[in-house]
């Protein structure tokens, strides 16, 4: 009987059996093998987790990357946090105080910058203003100094109101005063202080002239020292920060709070998101994975039969990519996923067609020698084929990828090696026994037979499908937004999303560099220009036009300011005034204002009289509710009150003293920790470029980057490297693809010798391949940096479940009516439900990436399943009328 088989059949067949006969032999074999693998990957195998290396150097857009890396490096690998206070005031402060911290700790901090209160700017802020900006601050100034100065001689809630009043008695009599946001300012304190909240008054603000904002914000970038030798190289840094940040009260239920983001932040938060999503998602996939292999086996050996194989395996190719590599990257740590969803599929392909025929009465080793010569064929080409879509992906320039097709592709084989060798020595000790009953299995074949009775509807549906696809196909498109793929509720990316939206201090903005001086100014003028772009700055900013002028202006600011001082121990004398006299100085300011409201009715200030009057007739009815009730906390409120309105006043009376020494300086006389951020140390000057729009969107993103790259192709930074690594992926793939399609075909006609066995094995993985396509469009869900490695998973899934049922008609002569029997169709459906409990699973991870790869796992995987169960049988139906005949030494001639 074996003679009228082909070589390759007897040789898998004697390799089962010889695998089941020493069996003690084989699993002792595999064991050490397999120890040695783990003892050598566990000593030599890193975790590469910096994302910046995914991609070849010799892309155009890395090369400029890594050019300005070595120019500003101080700008790589950061993390900006960001400071929010009520005041400008506060926020500043904040600033400064982790700042200190972090520069004062340099060996875990290696550099900090808080460029804007640096010495340098504060003492020269003001001459970065317009000629009308310091006449405004100076008009401002010269009504607020009397204001000031009584206040600084006598700092008390009761000094502030007597004054206050004054000011708007002068009103009435026609005076022209700046109240507005004075009066604005008190109201908002004094509001927010009977709601229980602090809500200071920012003297910085009302001196300038502006309206007091809602919130400020300040930053600080700081560069850490990662350790790429963890897998969270961030974490220790980001840990002392907030430490440091609980130490200060910079909390999230504090006044002033502390946000860190930045791509550090970003990267470190994406990782921990994705390794926790996925262990969740493991956990899930676990159970839901061994649910559907014990109904599909029915034996808790084969179970761990299965189960043991895919651990060894997976051993064997770590340890692979161990020798071959050395490392693994974010990208090519997904070889576990695929391996798992792949090798799964060659076991229970084996063990259910081991079980179908062990009903014949025949002894474990000859339904082994049977099993091994039936199934070694279609596996071995499966390995084959799907390793080579594997391998077309090493001459990619997307290295993360690279890397991940050399490793899974070997992985293929490995697991091929593993089920031919292991599961038949594991029948020795773990037999699949043959099942008493076979509902569950009629159950699935009846399932399965449906479409025989339908198959001009499903000619018609796979035609009107086709069709409906085609259509879609132009709208696939790809997110370029790293951001997308990450926790939408961790703090570092709602925090950079919130910045993105102010265009005007975007964190993600495209850098230039220029070899001379003369080149900026010429370049800066041509990016002004684009209306993608917001502003440009260079280290020609940092040298102001009209110093001369400023100063000038500024001198008289002095002149008017004069030597105002505060005493500290004035502000601690809270009890100078009681509460009595406090209320009456309060209620003369309120009757004051009715007053000018009645007399004025007309005047530009009367709007912020009448709030101002609202809130003070609150605070005086909590007052007297206060002395009745509680005379302490009366006395409270009016205190904490007293410290909203006046506690920032001798900070920003200093500060300004200080702005106010401001002398014009010349590009030469710039200091080093100014410069270097815009003039490096091998003499390139670095140009911002700011987008007009939010870049958070991918067509504004497409035209910001494509605009500033018209005018100077050699442009980087964060939104051009997300675009052209983008690009380049998607590129990549498509070469990938093209190069597995050529590969795959050109394997299959070789070894089934076949044009129309070829054609039948590729049309389910062609059209499933649409079919995701086109989902992706009406699901809203476009392709990612991480979505996109679930393509080589369902190529090597479509080739292997085709080629199962076309070899299987072919090399058995088994017709459709009967071929959705067997046991070939069971273990597709069985494997490609388990592969999709798995991979299912993902979609609730909280990393989006990870979420959105399992989603297009679970639909490709549903079409894959529906075109090899539903569509592949009929088109076999069409072509049974012709018995095909198989030439090639690996099948056997019927």
């Known amino acids: 009987m074996e003679k009228s088989h082909s070589r390759s059949y007897r040789i898998f067949a004697r390799w089962a059996e010889f695998c089941y006969q020493h069996a003690i032999g084989v699993i002792l074999f595999v064991l050490a093998l397999t120890a040695l693998s783990a003892i050598y990957t566990a000593n030599n195998l890193g975790v590469h987790t910096d994302t910046t290396d995914m991609l ?22 950061t993390l900006l946090l960001v400071l929010d206070a009520p005041t400008p ?67 008390t809630l009761y000094t502030f109101s007597s004054i206050l009043t004054e000011a708007i008695d002068e009103l009435r009599t026609g005076r022209t005063l700046e109240l507005e946001p004075v009066m604005n300012g008190v109201s908002a304190t004094i509001d927010a202080q009977l709601a229980g909240k602090s809500r200071a008054l920012s003297w910085q603000a009302l001196l300038s002239g502006e309206a007091q904002k809602a919130s400020y914000q300040e930053f600080v970038v700081v560069k850490p020292k990662l350790d790429y030798s963890q897998i969270f190289a961030a974490e220790e840094p980001i840990k002392l920060i907030r430490t440091a940040a609980q130490d200060m009260g910079l909390t999230a239920d504090a006044v002033e709070k502390l946000r860190i983001t930045g791509e550090v932040a970003l990267a470190h938060d994406e990782l921990n998101s994705a390794m926790h999503g996925a262990q969740d998602a493991g956990l899930l996939a676990l159970v839901m994975v061994a649910g559907v292999l014990f109904i599909a086996l029915r034996s808790a050996g084969a179970m761990l039969t299965v189960i043991l194989s895919l651990i060894l395996g997976l051993l064997l190719t770590a340890a692979f990519a161990t020798v071959a590599v050395g490392y693994l990257n974010l990208i090519s740590i997904a070889f576990a996923v695929l391996y798992i969803g792949l090798g799964v599929d060659y076991a229970i392909h084996f063990l259910l067609r081991y079980e179908e025929l062990r009903k014949h009465s025949q002894s474990v080793a000859e339904t082994l020698h049977k099993t091994g010569g039936d199934m ?20 990619t320039t997307y290295r993360g990828v690279a890397e991940l097709g050399l490793i899974s592709g070997t992985g293929m084989m490995i697991s091929f090696l593993i089920t031919m060798t292991l599961i038949p020595a594991l029948q020795r000790f773990f037999p699949m026994r043959i099942r008493s009953s076979s509902t569950s299995i009629t159950s699935i074949n009846r399932m399965l037979d449906l479409p025989r009775h339908f198959r001009k509807s499903v000619y018609a549906l796979t035609t009107i499908a086709i069709l409906a696809s085609a259509v879609t196909l132009p709208h696939i498109r790809f997110d370029y937004n790293l951001l997308n793929l990450n926790n939408p509720r961790a703090e570092s990316v709602l925090t950079f999303q919130e910045l993105l939206k102010n265009t005007e201090d975007s964190p993600w903005h495209i850098d230039i560099l220029v070899d001379q001086f003369q080149e900026t100014e010429s370049v800066v003028q041509r990016l002004k220009a684009l209306p993608e772009v917001d502003k440009v700055i260079s280290i020609l900013d940092l040298v102001p036009q009209e110093q001369e002028a400023k100063s000038l202006l500024i001198e008289e600011m002095a002149m008017t300011l004069g030597p105002i001082s505060f005493s500290p121990a004035a502000f601690q004398q809270t009890d100078r005034y009681t509460v009595a006299q406090q209320r009456m100085a309060l209620e003369k300011l309120n009757h004051a204002l009715t007053r000018f409201i009645a007399e004025q009715p007309g005047h530009s200030a009367i709007a912020a009289a009448h709030v101002l009057r609202s809130s003070l007739s609150d605070l005086l009815a909590r007052l007297d509710k206060g002395a009745i009730e509680n005379a302490q906390a009366a006395e409270q409120l009016l205190n904490t009150l007293s410290k909203d309105l006046i506690g920032l006043l001798p900070d920003s009376i200093k500060r300004l003293q200080l702005a106010l020494e ?21 003499d390139a000057y670095r140009i911002a470029v700011y987008p007009s729009e939010n870049i958070n969107d ?30 380049a992926v998607v590129d990549a793939f498509i070469h990938a693809f093209s190069l597995a399609l050529l590969g795959v075909i050109l394997t299959l006609w070789l070894m089934l010798r076949s044009v129309t066995a070829t054609a039948l094995v590729l049309i389910p993985l062609l059209l499933a391949t649409l079919f995701t396509g086109a989902c992706t469009v009406l699901l809203g869900l476009p392709f990612n940096f991480a979505n996109i490695i679930a393509l080589p998973l369902l190529l090597g899934i479509g080739i292997d479940s085709s080629l199962h049922m076309v070899h299987r008609s072919r090399n058995t002569g088994v017709v459709y009516e009967n071929l959705l029997h067997t046991s ?23 990393h989006q990436g990870t979420a959105g790869m399992g989603l297009l796992l679970t639909v490709g995987l549903f079409l894959t399943l529906v075109c090899v169960l539903i569509i592949l049988p009929v088109l076999l139906q069409s072509t049974s009328k012709r018995k095909l005949v198989l030439l090639d030494p690996f099948i056997p001639v019927l």
């Open 56 to 77: 070849s150097e010799d892309v155009p857009f890395r090369a400029n990357h890594i050019r300005y890396k070595q120019s500003f490096s101080q700008y790589e690998d």
């Open 89 to 155: 005031e506060q926020a500043h402060a904040a600033a400064k105080r982790i700042t200190t911290y972090l520069q004062e700790n340099n060996a875990q901090f290696p550099n900090t910058y808080y460029l804007s209160g640096d010495s340098f700017f504060e003492q020269n802020g003001l001459l970065f203003k317009s000629i009308s900006e310091l006449g405004r601050i100076t008009d401002h100034l010269a009504t607020a100094q009397p204001l000031v100065a009584r206040i600084a001689e006598n700092p």
């Open 376 to 395: 070694g064929q279609s596996l071995l080409i499966c390995a084959i084929t799907t390793a080579i879509g594997f391998y077309a992906f090493m001459p």
């Open 662 to 682: 401001a002398k014009p300086f010349t590009q030469d006389t710039l200091p080093t920790t100014i410069s270097a951020h815009w003039h490096s140390h091998d």
């Open 698 to 727: 991918n067509d504004a993103l497409r035209r910001f980057v494509h605009a500033v790259q018209r005018v100077v192709p050699n442009a980087t930074g964060a939104p051009v490297i997300s675009l052209e690594a983008g690009e």
């Open 824 to 846: 070939t169709a069971r273990a597709i459906y069985y494997s490609a439900l388990t592969t999709l409990v798995g991979f299912g699973s993902l979609v609730f991870s909280t």
